[in-house]
């Protein structure tokens, strides 16, 4: 069974850094796309940004430029660096395993998901 556990969540100010990580393990890595989902308090899960298989990757327009999503396919593991962090990224951050090696925006083509990690930003 495949397993995705996301690590590197915190507390951070505004205009700040982080840097998410997520593990697989359980399954075949290198051929699947990746994809980072956020929910924010009070609010739907929604996109953050994706990466092929390839390492192609796609964002979000509210956090391009400032977010980049990269891929470790020896340490199956993908990674989230967040930069110039906003309150509005304040959510818990998912990791996802896509059905396929594309780079998907759409929840329902991600199989399997981690637990999440939480981001709060202050002001």
């Known amino acids: 069974q495949v397993q995705l556990v996301e690590s590197g969540g915190g507390l951070v100010q505004a205009g700040g850094s982080l840097r998410l990580s997520c593990a697989a393990s359980?399954?075949?890595?290198?051929?699947?796309?990746m994809g980072w989902f956020r929910q924010p308090p009070g609010k739907e899960r929604e996109f953050v940004g994706s990466i092929s298989w390839t390492g192609g990757a796609y964002y979000a327009d509210s956090v391009k430029g400032r977010f980049t999503i990269s891929r470790d396919n020896v340490k199956s593991t993908v990674y989230l660096q967040m930069n110039s962090l906003k309150p509005d990224d304040t959510a818990v951050y998912y990791c996802a395993r896509a059905r396929r090696g594309a780079p998907e925006r759409s929840s329902t083509e991600y199989v399997f998901w981690g637990q999440g990690t939480q981001v709060t930003v202050s002001s």
């Open positions: 359980g399954g075949v890595f290198n051929v699947y796309g």
